[in-house]
């Protein structure tokens, strides 16, 4: 089973941009499966954040970041990038990216079987 490393969280200021790297353990691919980011703000259920279909052809996003988050893929790479531009406090959070061969539904916690270990973006006002 592919193991997920998240990379390139930290602090921002309100209105910067960080961009998140997911990538899978060494010697592994998972150009055939699709990843979706989630996020965890303290004392709140892990939410949906955007996703991408194995293929890349398909992306998905929650309604609060589609218009300033865009997710993408690098399979020769194996690895999937969020890029956060127009960030927010609101937006503070442990971002975790979560991948799996069959998703039916990408904003569906459950639909994943691999997860990585999280990374913090903390935006300050």
């Known amino acids: 089973q592919v193991q997920l490393v998240e990379s390139g969280g930290g602090l921002v200021q309100a209105g910067g941009s960080l961009r998140l790297s997911c990538a899978a353990s060494?010697?592994?691919?998972?150009?055939?499966?699709?990843v979706g980011w989630f996020r965890q703000a303290p004392g709140k259920e892990r939410k949906f954040v955007a996703a991408i279909s194995w293929t890349g052809g398909a992306t998905f996003y929650t309604e609060s970041v589609k218009d300033r988050f865009r997710i993408s893929r690098d399979n020769a790479k194996n690895t999937v990038f969020l890029q956060m531009n127009s960030l927010k406090p609101e937006d503070t959070a442990v971002y975790y990216c979560?991948?799996?061969?069959?998703?039916?539904?990408?904003?569906?916690?459950?639909?994943?079987?691999?997860w990585g270990q999280g990374t913090q973006v903390t935006v300050s006002a």
């Open positions: 979560a991948a799996a061969r069959m998703i039916t539904d990408y904003v569906v916690h459950d639909a994943y079987d691999t």
């Open positions: 060494s010697g592994r691919t998972f150009s055939n499966y699709g």
